[in-house]
DNA sequence: AGCGTAAGCGGGGTAAAGTCCGTTTGGTCG
DNA sequence: CGACCAAACGGACTTTACCCCGCTTACGCT
C-alpha cells in the first residue's frame, strides 16, 4: 500500500456526489438559495440527509461546492490557458488579468457565492468604521487617478476581519508574532501604494 | 414634535441592554463563544428570550455588539487622541498608525471577533485558492522587503467576496458598471503595489 | 393624577441545521 | 466465488436560532 493517496473514492459516492450537486442546481433554479434545505435537497435527490451532510457537512458546504464547481473553468485557464490569464505573460500582467477574470466570475454567480458567506438572515453586513476612515485619509493624499471609494474597501478589506481571524485561528496564533508580521505588512502595504518612496 | 430623531430610547430598554451585554460577557468568559446560546444568555439576564433577540437581531449579533462596545474606545482615540492614530499627523502616517491599532485591537479580541463572523463550525474557511496564485505570481515580481505571504493575503482579500458581495448584494447592483470600476480598481492597485510607473 | 398608546417584554412554538448509530454496500483479498 | 471491512447510507433524534402575538409598562398629554 502506497499512502501518497489517502483512497479513491468510491464509485456509488462519486454517483451521489453528481446527483446532489445537479438536484441543487436545479432546487437553486427553482427556490433561490435562501428556501433551498437539507431536508429539501435530500428528498429531491432521493437520499437521505445523512448523505447530504456527509457530503457538505454543512448548508454553506453546498453552495461552496457549487461554487468551486464552476470555478474548475477558471482554474484550468489559470494553469494551461493563453496568456495574459494562463502561463507566459509576465506575472504583473497575469495578476491583472486574475483579478479582472474573478471578478467576472464572482459577478456572474454572485447568487451563489453569496450563499456561501452562511448568514442567511444576516442580509446587510456593516464594515463602514475602517472603510470610512480610509476613505477620508486617503482623498487627502495625492493619488491621481486612483477611484477612492474603491480602493478604501479594498484596503479595509486588506486589513480587516477574515485575513487577521484566519491566521488568528489556524495553529493557536494570537501570540505576538504574527500580529508584528501583520502591521509590518500594512504598513508596506499603505507606503506601496501611496507611493512613499524612500526609507 | 420634532421628527430629525425617530425616538428616544426608552429607560428600561437602556436597562436591559447594558445588563444583556454584562451577562453576555460573563458567560463568555465561563462557557466560551460556542457554548453561548440565546437561552442561556435570557436565562442568566433573568429576562426573555424575545427581549434577547429584540436587542441583537440575531446571535451573531450579540458579538457584534459586544465587538462595537469594546471598538467605542478606539473610535474615540481615531477622533480626538493623540497623532498619528488622532488628528495632526500626515495622512499616511495616520493610516498606518489606524492599520496597526486595529491589528493590535483584532488581537485582542481575537475570540469575539471570531464568533461575530456566525458560520459557529464553519472552523478553517478556505481560501487559498486565489491566495496561493498570487503568492506564486508576486514571488516572479521584484518586491524588496516585502513579505509575500502577508501580501498575497492582503490583495487575495482585497479582491475577494466581502467587498464583491457587499456592493453586488447592496442596491441591485450586479450590473457591468460596478463590475467594470472593480477591474479598474484592482488593476490600478496591482501596479501601485508592484511599482509599475508609468502611463 | 389619570389615560392612551406605542414600545418593550415573555416564553412557548416552529423549522431547519446538525448528530448518531444501526444498516447496507462497494471493493479487495484469500 | 465467498468472506471481510471500511466507507457510505438513512432517517429518527436533538439542539437551537428565530418568530409570533398577547400582555405589560414607560412616557406624553390633558
Known amino acids: 500500500m502506497t499512502w501518497g493517496t489517502p483512497r479513491p473514492e468510491r464509485a456509488d459516492a462519486a454517483r451521489n456526489r453528481q446527483l446532489l450537486l445537479a438536484s441543487a442546481r436545479e432546487l437553486l433554479a ?3 438559495p435562501e428556501c433551498l434545505t437539507m431536508d429539501l435537497l435530500a428528498e429531491r ?7 447530504v451532510f456527509r457530503r457538505f457537512g454543512s448548508r454553506a458546504g453546498i453552495f461552496q461546492a457549487l461554487l468551486d464547481d464552476a470555478e474548475r ?11 495574459p490569464l494562463g502561463p507566459g505573460a ?6 491583472v488579468a486574475y483579478g479582472t477574470a474573478r471578478v467576472r466570475f464572482l459577478a456572474e454567480h454572485h447568487a451563489v457565492a453569496r450563499a456561501t458567506l452562511d448568514g442567511r438572515h444576516a442580509a446587510g453586513r456593516r464594515r463602514p468604521l475602517s ?19 474603491v480602493l478604501a474597501g479594498q ?3 486588506a ?11 489556524g495553529p493557536e496564533l494570537a501570540g505576538p508574532e504574527p500580529t508584528a508580521r501583520f502591521e509590518a505588512g500594512w504598513r508596506d502595504l499603505v507606503e506601496r501604494v501611496c507611493g512613499v518612496s524612500g526609507v
Chains 1, 2 share one sequence.
Open 45 to 51: 435527490s432521493g437520499l437521505g440527509k445523512g448523505t
Open 155 to 157: 484596503l479595509a478589506y
Open 73 to 83: 473553468d477558471l482554474q484550468q485557464q489559470v494553469l494551461s490557458g493563453p496568456p
Open 131 to 149: 472603510e470610512i476612515h480610509l476613505r477620508v485619509l486617503l482623498r487627502e493624499v495625492d493619488l491621481p487617478g486612483a477611484d477612492i471609494e
Open 90 to 95: 509576465p506575472p504583473v500582467d497575469r495578476i
Open 159 to 169: 486589513l480587516d476581519g477574515p485575513l487577521l481571524l484566519r491566521l488568528f485561528a
Open 30 to 32: 427553482e427556490v433561490g
